[in-house]
């Protein structure tokens, strides 16, 4: 038996997906409104093959199916990737599909995985599309930043990391990032994916140095070359960096240990 | 609505405390049976006997237990392990009483009125009529049997908890007789600063206590804290006390402490509050023991609702059956709305957003140490600060993932606490021993204050001859010379102290230090006890002849014995040291004594104590 308190004072895990699937319509709309019925078929496609591996992979687990589903991760990984890459139909359907199995399910479902699947299943379609310079397209991004400001301020997503990336990316304009701020996939990564918990520093030092870090890493980067797509770079850094959170974790958190 | 609240700073917690103080405190019918736990106490009755309401039914036999007395007449059913209310519902021995419907009382023995009672006979005496406090009695033996001084007394009426407002009633309806048991308190434990804390949002119960409490000495606050303001580690650093120097009463405590000195009345009930999904939200005075169904009937519960939860709306916690009765601990009991089905759900995996460890007001990282207490690596718990926690449950209501992290750090710190025990128990009479000790040394107390009070009036009738020649003053038998001896040695030292103090500061560092050895010294065996008596009597001889020269009369100061004029005092105390020269002389070879060892120990500990307290007061009026 469980011993549930009378009160609760934040939202279940049900409700914060919501909301945070919620923030994210604005951008939606946008898309869909600049480039029509291609992107909703790709929305349609890419939640289809989100759902139906996810129901795969707590079928193969054993695990229940129907609450995992309503839950809404894999829904919500498939709108992101829809939003990163709107043209990738079949190619973005396939790649969310194996992030899913092998990035969420094959460690564990919730809250187990190191590697956010929505920078997996990035990498992963990019090995098969041509690359192509991403356009800015400042719409999208007005729309994706007024949704994760809406969930900053009601406490679903930790502002530290995707502020600090933001604030390295500010500081080295002189030297050409500039182009990064038009970029929808930048928000998207940062506001989405950075405040992932589960591949991000649990501390707000932590996620500090985590935002920082990525921050440096792209801007160096992109200021050398001016690589085809910010979103394929931001993404291959999470990756990197994910590997490195335990570690973060270890060195932050031993300072709030009481010995 | 709970789902739009900012979850880091700006968050408000609903309090849900209006709809059970809108009707005065009712009195709940006398049940048909009630269940005691004998938790830390020995049963003194026995299946089948016919007990009065007040009668005693189980004494403490540790420091930590309470008395039992029966809240009501009837018949003792049955001595059996029942379901307690604590979280998971322990099975644990219980008397099982049936009550007569008679409520035949029996008479009430007064209490002990002598306002020099010391601090440990008080938290004996208290836990005795069944006193409890946040652990165990009232006043902590322990602490009692110690000479930590007191700087900071907090009488705790924040009660922050969502849904609870029995503290909050209990101010309202009963303000002048709480402030008559604070006074109370006051006076026996002496503390340099009383403090009565209130949260800000009682306005009713401050108005009758500022009333209640006009032309006090002590203070009454009104402090804005969020929840818990109620725990007492951060009340007491709130309110600027140390742990060490400070001690910190529930007031329902407080309340039951001074029925217990007025009127020698046993804790038999306590305040509870019915709340949550219930048709009239309310307070009850009711029985300890009594049924928690019983109780949350007289609120009428809504019929949809599922459960009873015992406690409030963060800590509290499921009963799984809800027979289990009341105890001095159950402040409320709320009926539980059923939850919408989407939250039902199992618990989830921690997702490590972080929201636990951003609201827990002691600083902890949750998420971590509920890993650990899930892993029953207890060491790795404390290290993670689970004796810091202060099991407020904020954490557990904002985990998205719905962990009972609560409930995990409760248990955890219930195992860390038994096996503590255990390993005290390896010398299994400790706890005991302390027990009795506390006893013993209270008695010692008690009789040394008695012979002390007797020889000062004997002293002083013997000094008010006037003609009293030094060879007369000792011409009593032995004895009593001897406690004239040794009170004129502590009146002497005294006011040799005040005058130093006087001269300068830096005396009553090393009067203090004199005093606390005194005190540890007086503590030791007996043989030990005689023998410094005889040295320091011989030496007090010394020091009172010396005082009696050359005392000036501003250096009267308060002394244990009942002041005569200052005039009469000088005479006194000069003639008594001539007297207890005298007789020091004569006892100065090892000669075999005329009083037994252990009068001479007792009036020592009498002389320390009086040292003691003198010196304290000093320590007092310097820090003023
Ligand atoms: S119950 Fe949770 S929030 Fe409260 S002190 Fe303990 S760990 Fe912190
Ligand atoms: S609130 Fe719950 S899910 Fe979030 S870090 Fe704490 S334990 Fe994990």
């Known amino acids: ?259 | 609505m709970s789902d739009f609240t900012l979850l880091p700073n700006g968050m408000k917690l609903p309090s849900h405390k209006q709809a059970s103080t809108t009707r005065p405190i009712a009195t709940a019918a006398l049940p048909a049976q009630l269940q005691l736990a004998l938790a830390g106490s020995q049963c003194c009755v026995e299946p089948g006997q016919r007990v009065l309401k007040y009668q005693l039914l189980a004494r403490p036999d540790n420091a930590l237990g309470l008395a039992v007395h029966a809240p009501t007449s009837g018949h003792i059913h049955a001595i059996a392990p029942y379901p307690q209310a604590l979280p998971g519902t322990p099975l644990q021995t219980a008397l099982l009483l049936h009550s007569d419907g008679q409520d035949e009382a029996q008479p009430l023995a007064p209490p002990p009125d002598r306002a020099g009672q010391s601090r440990l006979e008080l938290a004996i005496f208290l836990q005795d009529m069944g006193v409890t406090g946040q652990h165990g009695p009232l006043l902590p033996l322990s602490w009692a049997a110690s000479d930590a001084p007191l700087e900071l007394l907090i009488i705790n009426g924040m009660e922050s908890e969502p849904y609870i407002s029995a503290d909050d009633m209990l101010m309202r309806e009963q303000a002048s007789e709480l402030v008559a048991a604070i006074q109370l308190l006051q006076q026996r434990l002496r503390p340099t600063r009383l403090v009565l804390v209130i949260r800000h949002d009682k306005p009713a119960a401050i108005s009758a206590l500022r009333t209640a409490a006009a032309g006090q000495t002590w203070q009454i606050e009104v402090r804005e804290a969020p929840y818990p303001a109620d725990d007492a580690p951060l009340l007491t650093r709130l309110l600027g006390g140390t742990a060490e120097t400070t001690l910190c009463l529930p007031v329902a405590g407080v309340h039951a402490a001074g029925q217990a000195m007025q009127h020698g009345l046993p804790c038999i009930s306590r305040i509870v509050t019915l709340s949550g999904a219930v048709e009239h939200a309310q307070n009850i005075r009711a029985l300890l023991g009594s049924p928690a169904r019983e109780l949350l009937a007289l609120a009428t519960p809504h019929p949809y609702s599922a459960g009873i939860i015992h406690g409030g709306g963060l800590r509290g916690f499921t009963l799984a059956d809800d027979s289990v009765a009341i105890h001095q601990h159950s402040n409320g009991l709320l009926a539980a709305a059923p939850r919408p089905s989407s939250s039902v759900a199992a618990a989830q995996p921690c997702v490590r957003c972080g929201d636990c460890a951003t609201i827990c007001p002691s600083q902890l990282q949750p998420q971590e140490l509920y890993w650990h207490c899930q892993t029953q690596d207890l060491m790795q718990a404390q290290d993670w600060g689970l004796t810091d926690c202060s099991q407020c449950g904020l954490c557990s209501a904002v985990c998205p993932s719905q962990l009972p992290l609560l409930d995990s750090f409760r248990n955890s710190s219930l195992q860390l606490q038994a096996d503590q025990q255990q390993q005290q128990a390896a010398d299994s009479a400790r706890q005991r021993h302390h027990f009795r000790q506390f006893r013993q040394e209270r008695d010692k107390q008690e009789k040394a204050q008695r012979l002390a009070e007797r020889a000062a009036q004997q002293a002083a009738k013997l000094a008010q001859t006037p003609s009293a020649h030094p060879a007369s003053a000792a011409k009593p038998e032995p004895s009593a010379a001897d406690k004239q001896a040794a009170i004129a040695a502590a009146m002497a030292r005294a006011s040799q102290r005040q005058q130093h103090h006087q001269g300068q500061t830096a005396t009553a560092a090393t009067a203090e230090q004199d005093a606390r050895a005194a005190a540890i010294a007086a503590n030791r065996q007996a043989a030990i006890d005689a023998a410094m008596a005889r040295a320091a009597a011989r030496k007090a001889a010394q020091d009172a002849a010396k005082a009696g020269a050359d005392s000036s009369p501003s250096a009267a100061g308060p002394t244990p014995a009942p002041e005569p004029a200052p005039d009469k005092q000088e005479l006194i105390r000069t003639s008594m040291a001539r007297a207890a020269a005298q007789k020091a002389a004569q006892a100065a070879p090892p000669a075999p004594t005329t009083m037994d060892d252990d009068k001479k120990a007792l009036i020592a500990a009498a002389m320390a104590r009086a040292a003691a307290r003198k010196a304290e007061r000093d320590d007092g009026e310097q820090e003023t």
Request: aromatic share 4%; charged share 5%.
């Open chain 1, 1 to 259: 038996m469980t011993l549930t308190p009378l009160m609760r004072l934040g939202p279940d895990l049900t409700s914060r997906n919501r909301q945070q699937l919620l923030a994210l319509l604005p951008a939606l709309l946008v898309l869909l409104w600049q480039q029509g019925i291609a992107a909703l078929l790709t929305l349609l496609l890419s939640s289809l093959c989100a759902l139906l591996a996810d129901a795969l992979g707590q079928g193969l687990r054993a695990q229940p199916i129907l609450p995992c589903l309503r839950q809404g991760e894999a829904l919500l990984s498939a709108v992101l990737l829809t939003l990163l890459l709107p043209q990738a139909g079949l190619v973005l359907g396939g790649s969310v599909a194996v992030a899913i199995l092998l990035l969420r399910q094959l460690f564990g479902g919730n809250g187990q995985s190191l590697f956010h699947p929505v920078a997996g299943a990035l990498l992963l379609a990019a090995l098969y599309l041509s690359p192509s310079p991403a356009p800015a397209n400042p719409g999208l991004c007005l729309a994706t930043v007024a949704g994760a400001l809406w969930l900053s301020w009601r406490g679903i997503i930790r502002w530290q990391a995707p502020l600090s990336l933001l604030l390295v990316v500010l500081i080295s304009l002189p030297i050409g990032s500039g182009w990064l701020l038009g970029q929808p996939a930048l928000w998207l990564l940062a506001g989405w994916v950075m405040t992932d918990g589960c591949s991000t520093p649990v501390t707000p030092q932590g996620r500090m140095i985590y935002g920082q870090t990525t921050g440096m890493i792209l801007v160096s980067v992109a200021a050398l070359g001016q690589p085809s797509s910010a979103g394929l770079l931001l993404a291959s850094i999470l990756l990197l960096l994910s590997a490195a959170v335990p570690l973060l974790d270890a060195l932050t958190l031993q300072a709030k240990r009481r010995m």
